[in-house]
């Protein structure tokens, strides 16, 4: 039996991004297959129960769906090498793993579907590729590039907020460009879960697609050099003279990693108080049975709505943005008090203290691949 693992991933795949990175810096042994391989809807679907990706099957056939799942994987058999020991930089780590998997959709669609001239050319060539060799390859590639288009719409872009989703991101790419002048991961010389969890937005759809790519490179080259050392193996660090091999001692966490997040608490914050709402209604309404389906996305229409900057803003409320937030209060439901402390004020001085209390009125667990409602 080969020691190779297979990820059925598609390179232009916000989520699919994530996981392939944890394999390269984990040194890991894979091979990457497409959706539109023979193998993955005879073999892999009926274990993986739904078409999403990734999907990673391992050297003894087990199926694993969802990137945050194969990730929990390989830490949770390897001592958590992705990490940090403190507090402090462990609530961080798992903030930016939900921002970067969910919170972050709104300019990675935008500047995705919203700039025809510039990315649809290279879109139509990597959607083409990704479906199988049939007769009826282009017309399910334009039925799959326009699903994807309309998705941005429920994920809250609209003509009128447009210019503030790209406002916003103007500010985040200026804030990860201070922060990563003196550092190249988010905690220090290594990455941890929470710099794979924001690569899913940074790499496949900013850090690739036409538009978006030459921002990034003009703009905020430090972060694009951070897009480019998470998709290496080792390091990667040659513009550091006097480069550090883990995580920043004492459970620092730096300002400029705490700008960064004020910056991005500014609409996560909101849309997530305005999500549970949104779910938490919906849960009075149909009371699902324990262990019915919760998996992206909800299916129901339910749609938050919050203000940002004077403008309101409706998006899709979906429980895996809590799947993945209950880690954050779940670390912190740990901590001793003192710790709690050190955490609190933390978030209180980058306005994300409203983490901690959103929360939905059922927990929400996974089984058989799926995300359900417990």
């Known amino acids: 039996m080969t020691d190779i693992h297979t990820l059925y991933a598609i390179t232009h795949s916000l989520y ?10 984990n040194n890991i042994p894979f091979r990457e297959l497409s959706t539109g391989h023979e193998s993955f809807k005879a073999q892999v679907l009926p274990k993986g129960k739904l078409p999403t990706i990734p999907t990673l099957v391992t050297p003894q056939g087990e199926v694993i769906r969802d990137g945050a799942a194969i990730i929990e994987h390989f830490e949770a058999a390897s001592g958590r ?12 780590s798992a903030l930016f793993d939900v921002i970067g998997t969910d919170g972050l959709l709104r300019p990675a669609m935008h500047y995705r579907w919203n700039f025809p001239a510039e990315n649809m ?32 719409v429920a994920f809250g872009v609209s003509d009128d907020n447009k210019e503030l989703v ?19 991961y988010l905690l220090g010389w290594k990455p941890c879960v929470g710099d794979f969890g924001l690569l899913a937005p940074m790499y496949a759809h900013l850090g690739r697609d036409p538009k978006p790519l030459r921002i990034m490179q003009q703009q905020a080259i430090r972060t694009y050099r951070w897009v480019e050392r ?28 705490l ?10 914050v909101p849309e997530t108080v305005a999500a549970a709402a949104r779910i938490n209604h919906w849960l009075t309404e149909n009371q699902p049975a324990p262990g019915a389906s919760a998996s992206r996305p909800l299916g ?35 901590l001793e008090e003192s710790d709690k402390a050190g955490v609190d004020g933390m978030l209180a001085s980058c306005g994300m ?22």
């Open 166 to 184: 790209e406002e916003l991101y103007m500010e985040l790419l200026s804030a990860l460009d201070k922060h990563f002048t003196a550092l190249p």
């Open 16 to 25: 699919s991004g994530r996981a392939r990175s944890y394999l390269i810096k």
């Open 230 to 257: 998470m998709n290496q193996p080792g390091q990667d660090v040659p513009e550091f003279f006097t480069a550090g091999t883990d995580y920043l001692a004492d459970d620092e966490v730096p300002e400029t990693l």
């Open 300 to 334: 129901l229409g339910e749609m938050a709505e919050f203000t940002l900057r004077g403008h309101t803003v409706k998006a899709l409320a979906q429980p895996y943005r809590f799947y993945l937030l209950q880690r954050v209060q779940g670390i912190y439901a740990s």
């Open 353 to 374: 203290s409203g983490i901690l209390s959103s929360k939905l009125d059922r927990q929400l667990g996974r089984s058989d691949n799926l995300e359900v409602w417990l």
């Open 81 to 92: 090498p992705c990490r940090p020991p403190g507090p402090r930089q462990q609530i961080i």
């Open 259 to 268: 700008s960064v997040l004020r910056v991005l608490a500014e609409d996560f």
């Open 121 to 152: 050319d290279f879109l139509h060539y990597h959607f083409l590729y990704s479906q199988r060799d049939t007769d009826s390859k282009e017309a399910k590639t334009a039925h799959m590039m326009d699903r994807m288009r309309h998705a941005g």
